[in-house]
Every structure is written in C-alpha cells, then in structure tokens.
C-alpha cells in the first residue's frame, strides 16, 4: 500500500515537472506586456503568451504557457491578491498548439469594399515590405453586419508596425480601412 502511494506521488511529480498551460481572460485591448506586468513571479516572457482569436480576430483570451506548476499558482495568487478583473483557467497543450502565434506580425485590414481585388490591396499597401504570397482576403460577421477583411504577415515585428502607423484609417476604393495588429 505504501509503495502505491510512493508511486502516485512520483507520477504526480514527474507529470507537473514540464510545462503548466493556462488561458487568462482579457479584454479587447490587453496586450502581451499587460499580462506579462501582472503576473509578476511567474518567470514569464512574450514567447510563453499567445492571444486567442474568434473568427471576426477578435480577442478572446490569452494562452500561458508557465514553466511549471509552481509558476502557474504563483500567478493565481498574484491575480487573486491584486483583485483583478481577469480570471485564469488551467488548459492542455493541445489547446495551447491550436492558437496561431502571430507575434504583432500579422495584421488585418477591416472594411475592404466587396469589389476590392488583391491588386488593389497590395496597392493600398505600396511602399511597406510585406509577403503578397500571404495575402488572405475574406468575409466575416462583425457587430451584425458581413465585412471583408485581410490578413497579412510581415517578416518582422518592426515592419508589421511600421504598416499599421502609415497605413491606418488609409483609403481602398473609396473606403476607409481600419488596420489591428494581431499579437
């Protein structure tokens, strides 16, 4: 019998050695080093956090990944004591696997007309270094109402940045372009 018990704890330890996944609710706004601020002693960095998306990109929660168990109720505790709005919930690594990590490479332009063409986005988007190969036009429902949007991914941060600052509230065919960074 005590051999068993010996058995079970060793399990219990070797399977919470590895890596703790949690999803921490956010809000529209919350970025990576909001969360990295406020959960303070959980040995975090912006590689360990991934936003999770719904269909229309807009934010849902954000993935942790901690580097143990320890870590991770550190980071209980932390939200608990500071009385925050945000709740954290354990999660599997194949829910952590599944989000995409965009890194603040990737953007979305919302509200390209109907009739846009991907030569007119890539017009709209002359003079910033971006990978064409990569353009993804489509329609999703945002607020009740059908919008077309596009996804595009840049080689690096500094350059997905540098799109967003000149490009915002930018016009294709007439209409005003809205431009998010996906992190």
């Known amino acids: 019998m ?3 018990c010996i058995c079970t704890s060793r399990i219990d330890i070797f399977q919470f050695s590895g890596s703790v996944y ?7 706004h ?14 975090l960095s912006p590689e360990k956090l ?6 229309a990109y ?10 143990s168990l320890s870590s991770y109720n550190t980071a209980l505790k932390t939200i608990s004591r500071k009385n925050r709005l945000y ?10 696997e599944m989000v ?26 002359s003079g910033c270094q971006f990978d064409s190969s990569l353009l993804d036009m489509f329609f999703r429902t945002r607020n009740q109402a059908t919008i077309r949007m596009a996804r595009i991914h840049f080689r690096s941060q ?15 065919l007439n209409n005003q372009i809205n431009v998010e960074v996906l992190h």
């Open 2 to 4: 005590q051999v068993g």
């Open 22 to 28: 949690g999803r921490l609710s956010i809000t529209k």
């Open 30 to 43: 919350t970025t990576k080093s909001d969360v990295i601020n406020l959960l303070e002693g959980s040995q």
């Open 50 to 55: 991934k936003v999770e998306y719904n269909l």
């Open 58 to 67: 807009i934010p849902l929660s954000m993935m942790v990944e901690f580097p």
């Open 87 to 96: 709740t954290l919930q354990r999660a599997e690594k194949a829910d952590w």
């Open 100 to 125: 995409s990590p965009y890194d603040g490479k990737a953007l979305i332009l919302i509200g390209i007309p109907r009739n846009a063409l991907p030569e007119d986005v890539e017009r709209f988007l």
């Open 158 to 172: 500094a350059l997905a940045m540098h799109t967003f600052i000149t490009k915002n509230r930018g016009f294709v």
